[in-house]
């Protein structure tokens, strides 16, 4: 955020009252404006192609070929942006990507929703900084209670292992083939693992052979 002004008013006995209101210049308000819609942009592009009732956006890339597909970092991927603060929506779906594989859509949905937030809350006269700390305060109450619903699956129960990678699939454009997507998925991360001594996967270990008609789920 740019650097600001901040006032107090002051009431009739001379003390500062508990009304302060945040004045922005003109250019730095410019400048903010201008990050935000751009972001708010990227946004919006990718926002109806979220939960399981997302349309899928059919890409032309420049040498002619057509990507059809919902998944978030692959449309964010083929977009050409230039912004800079829509770039960062950009990295922020391929870091969720890479961390997680999954959840591109939403982690983009979700910082354009905090940025239209954050815009009417600047709006209002309240600091940038205060704004920053009350996310970061919401950010590590929000992970507390997420780890408190949280159910802990257990590598070697199969049977939830299928039902997390068909509920996974539910979102795709293969979501009618998820019963037989499902097993052939977590049968190849079993076998790269040892359920009685390995507490998570190497998904590096994991590799998906593409031909032309068919997909080859293998393991190295």
């Known amino acids: 955020m740019a650097p600001a002004n901040v006032t107090a008013k002051r009431s009739g006995g001379g003390g500062k009252s508990g009304n302060q209101s945040y004045q922005e210049k003109e250019k730095p308000r410019q400048i903010r404006d201008s990050n935000i819609t751009a972001a708010k942009a990227v946004c919006d592009a990718i926002r109806t192609s979220l939960g399981p009732r997302g349309?899928?956006?059919m890409i032309q890339s420049g040498n002619g070929d057509v990507t059809i597909t919902n998944d978030g970092a692959t449309i964010l991927k083929q977009m050409q942006v230039l912004h800079p603060a829509a770039k960062l929506l950009v990295d922020l779906a391929k870091a969720q990507d890479i961390e997680a594989g999954d959840g591109t859509t939403t982690v983009v949905v979700i910082t354009g929703s905090m940025l239209d937030a954050a815009n009417k809350l600047l709006d209002k006269g309240i600091h940038p900084?205060?704004?920053s700390e009350s996310f970061q305060k919401a950010t590590a109450k929000a992970v507390e209670i997420l780890n408190d619903m949280s159910i802990h699956v257990e590598l070697s129960d199969r049977e939830s292992l299928l039902k997390s990678a068909t509920t996974a699939l539910s979102s795709k454009i293969v979501s009618q083939h998820s019963m037989l997507l499902?097993?052939?998925?977590?049968?190849?991360?079993?076998?790269?693992?040892?359920?009685?001594v390995d507490t998570n996967v190497n998904l590096k270990d994991i590799k998906v052979m593409k031909q032309l008609g068919y997909a080859y789920f293998g393991y190295s």
Do not use: G, N, Q
């Open 55 to 57: 349309m899928d956006k």
């Open 129 to 131: 900084t205060i704004i």
């Open 182 to 196: 499902a097993p052939l998925a977590v049968d190849a991360v079993m076998k790269v693992i040892d359920p009685a």
